[in-house]
């Protein structure tokens, strides 16, 4: 397993750039928008992890995700979003959770993505290594249970 990233939600996507990049000196590695989505996904690295350049991407980052005219007033809770961990297999690694008495709120249906929630009730992300594995049962009609 190797850690990938931690997701906060922002406001204000241009603000909250120049808290982290500007005064605390990240570096912006990665940018993804989806016009369907109505979001912007901004991955920084710290300043060290973004010298080793191609591998700054590879690096633990920190993921803002800014929701398009989203008017949802997240609280103080809400901010944090979610930790993001690639495993070697994920039907694996969701069948042992399972196993072990941990409830899959988003199976990966995909073979790419799945949610589970830690004890305290942080989301965590486990995105399959490399290419997603092709759909298979019982992740492919297993539906979503609470949220994450």
């Given at each position: 397993?190797?850690?990938?990233?931690?997701?906060?939600?922002?406001?204000?996507?241009?603000?909250?750039?120049?808290?982290?990049c500007t005064k605390l000196g990240?570096?912006?590695?990665?940018?993804?928008?989806?016009?369907?989505?109505?979001?912007?996904?901004?991955?920084?690295?710290?300043?060290?992890?973004?010298?080793?350049?191609?591998?700054?991407?590879?690096?633990?980052?920190?993921?803002?995700?800014?929701?398009?005219?989203?008017?949802?007033?997240?609280?103080?809770?809400?901010?944090?979003?979610?930790?993001?961990?690639?495993?070697?297999?994920?039907?694996?690694?969701?069948?042992?959770?399972?196993?072990?008495?941990?409830?899959?709120?988003?199976?990966?249906?995909?073979?790419?993505?799945?949610?589970?929630?830690?004890?305290?009730?942080?989301?965590?992300?486990?995105?399959?290594?490399?290419?997603?594995?092709?759909?298979?049962?019982?992740?492919?009609?297993?539906?979503?249970?609470?949220?994450?």
């Open positions: 397993m190797k850690y990938l990233h931690t997701m906060l939600r922002v406001r204000d996507l241009d603000a909250a750039l120049d808290f982290y990240m570096k912006e590695v990665r940018r993804h928008s989806s016009e369907a989505g109505k979001f912007t996904l901004v991955f920084l690295a710290a300043p060290d992890d973004e010298a080793r350049g191609a591998a700054a991407e590879r690096a633990p980052l920190v993921e803002l995700t800014y929701n398009w005219g989203s008017e949802e007033d997240y609280g103080e809770a809400r901010f944090f979003g979610h930790l993001a961990f690639e495993v070697d297999d994920i039907y694996e690694t969701c069948a042992r959770l399972q196993a072990a008495g941990v409830t899959i709120n988003r199976p990966p249906r995909d073979g790419r993505m799945a949610f589970v929630r830690s004890p305290d009730r942080q989301s965590v992300e486990l995105l399959q290594k490399g290419e997603a594995k092709a759909p298979a049962e019982p992740w492919l009609s297993m539906p979503n249970t609470g949220h994450w």
